[in-house]
């Protein structure tokens, strides 16, 4: 009798761990749906689901206008969010999140797609405008700061001046352009520690293309 009670507490699962208070919020942009997915507007979409992936969580619980999870990274609680606004209103749901949390903006982390850097290359900042990025735009106007970090995802400059702007960013990268996606993506995940852990600079001075 006592060997099957051995057993049953080694396959019985182990009670979850309380999780601290959120310390940090990571907003990844882009726009719902199908009709927009993996093009070069989501790529903040496309790094979020790379970084929750490699920590074997699932953005699926439905809060602040967002689809998000709670996980630890570098011992901090982190919630990671998608906002299921579009691009243009993404500030609703990182300010909503921020404060629901009592964060400063300096405890919120944005992943964005950047049309002025090349495909794959990353610029990391602690602080800046928005760069005509309109998800960012929204977020600093909805903090009334712009003193929060993002890793900005190069997506390709327009083909030619006369391209629309628009049009572009909501176009699907190539099969060439979609492998340095992944793998500024995986950079993405490998520079969030050290910015959560106080290594902003460090993150720079590796990934920053």
Not at 71 to 93: H, R
């Amino acid at each position: 009798m006592a060997d099957i009670f051995n057993l049953f507490i080694k396959i019985a699962p182990a009670p979850r761990r309380a999780m601290g208070p959120v310390a940090f919020v990571v907003a990844g942009l882009g726009n719902p749906g199908p009709k927009y997915a993996e093009t070069r507007h989501n790529a903040g979409f496309m790094a979020m689901d790379a970084i929750a992936q490699g920590l074997g969580v699932k953005l699926d619980r439905m809060q602040f206008k967002s689809l998000t999870a709670q996980c630890e990274i570098e011992g901090k609680q982190v919630l990671l969010l998608k906002p299921t606004t579009y691009m243009n209103l993404s500030g609703q749901a990182v300010a909503e999140a921020l404060r629901f949390y009592k964060l400063s903006p300096q405890q919120l982390v944005v992943l964005s797609d950047d049309a002025s850097l090349d495909v794959g290359r990353l610029r990391i900042r602690e602080k800046g405008s928005d760069g005509g990025q309109k998800g960012l735009r929204s977020i600093i106007e909805h903090l009334g700061d712009d003193q929060f970090y993002r890793i900005r995802i190069g997506v390709g400059k327009k083909p030619h001046p006369d391209y629309d702007m628009a049009d572009w960013v909501l176009s699907r990268f190539s099969p060439d352009e979609h492998k340095r996606i992944d793998m500024a993506c995986q950079k993405c995940r490998e520079a969030l520690p050290l910015i959560l852990d106080g290594q902003a600079k460090r993150a720079m001075d590796l990934y920053n293309g």
